[in-house]
Every structure is written in C-alpha cells, then in structure tokens.
C-alpha cells in the first residue's frame, strides 16, 4: 500500500488547512486510516484516525473539535479538516494505514504503511 498525503503549508495561527491522504496498491486502507504528527524534537503523536465504515472515529483530546476527519472510499482518500489552528499544532503529518482489523484506533503501532509527511507550520 502507497500512501501519498498532501495540503501542508503555512498558515496564520486561526486559519485553516486540508490535508489529504491517497491511499493505492492495496487493501489496507479499507481497515482504517489514521493521522500522527511529529513536532520538532518531540515523539510523533496520534492525531486523528476513521474506520472502513466511515462513522467510528477518534482523535486526540489536544485537536478535538477544531480537527475532523473523512474519508471517501470511492477515491481511497481520507482528509483532515484541521480548522483553528495553533503555532502548537506545527508538526509533519503522517498519514497511516494497517494490514488488517485495528483493535485500537490510537495505537501508532497498529498501523503497518505510511505516506511521506506534509509538513504543516502554523505562525502566531
């Protein structure tokens, strides 16, 4: 499985920016898709992550309410509506996808393929 995120940028503290994540080459994606983040100088961190179904999901307590997450399986992407965004949320993003059923959603260690990152950088 090929994962290919993009919609990285700079961007004023209270903006907003869509991340996208396509996935191809194999099923994975149709399990779950997950996002991490990895500030500088810190461990990468869970932010977001939605079921097959499309209705399960879950995200960190630090973006809840400002981040949501989708996906359309008809074109294997999911997205990150990241919405009032703050200098702390300045990270890469890591999209993340398993080899099979994922028990928990926030584990980073369920998820099996990952894309490049895209860098997001939030000014204040």
């Known amino acids: 499985v090929q994962l290919q995120a993009s919609g990285g940028g700079l961007v004023q503290a209270g903006g907003f920016l869509r991340l996208s994540c396509a996935a191809s080459?194999?099923?994975?994606?149709?399990?779950?898709m997950g996002w991490f983040r990895q500030a500088p100088g810190k461990e990468r961190e869970f932010v977001a992550a939605i079921r097959w179904n499309g209705v399960s999901t879950a995200y960190a307590d630090s973006v809840k309410g400002r981040f949501t997450i989708s996906r359309d399986n008809a074109k294997n992407t999911v997205y990150l509506q990241m919405n009032s965004l703050k200098p702390e949320d300045t990270a890469v993003y890591y999209c993340a996808a398993p080899k099979s059923y994922v028990l928990r959603l926030t584990r980073e260690w369920e998820y099996d393929y990952w894309g490049q990152g895209t860098l997001v950088t939030v000014s204040s």
């Open positions: 080459g194999g099923t994975g994606s149709s399990y779950a």
